[in-house]
């Protein structure tokens, strides 16, 4: 399995980025894949993430809502994050995540993606 995350660089404040990820290789099933972020001297935390077990309900970060947009492919092989209105504190490392079952008789399996560097500055 693996989590191909691209869709990283520089971008300016109260500019648009978007981060896209995919998962691929052998996959069962997958219940929920999203976005995590860790930027220097921080934990890595939750910036967003979709159940697909559970009507694609979303979970956002506090400091995200109302800026950033999670959301799937008809697949459901996919996530993208629009990021909008990005500030500076929004600088990390973003980190795709997915919750899922390689093959009908395994348990379900956390999966990272490689990390791709978001940084907001003018």
């Known amino acids: 399995v693996q989590l191909q995350a691209s869709g990283g660089g520089l971008v300016q404040p109260g500019g648009s980025l978007r981060l896209s990820c995919a998962a691929s290789g052998s996959i069962w099933s997958i219940n929920n894949m999203g976005w995590y972020r860790q930027a220097p001297g921080n934990q890595r935390e939750l910036v967003a993430r979709?159940?697909?077990?559970?009507?694609?309900?979303?979970t956002y970060a506090d400091s995200v809502k109302g800026r950033f947009t999670i959301s799937t492919n008809n697949f459901k092989n996919s996530v993208f994050l629009q990021m909008n209105s990005p500030k500076p504190e929004d600088t990390a490392v973003y980190y795709c995540?997915?919750?899922?079952?390689?093959?009908?008789?395994?348990?379900?399996?956390?999966?990272w993606g490689q990390g791709t560097l978001v940084t907001v500055s003018s």
């Open positions: 995540n997915a919750l899922l079952r390689p093959s009908y008789k395994s348990l379900l399996t956390n999966y």
């Open positions: 979709m159940s697909f077990t559970n009507s694609d309900a979303t």
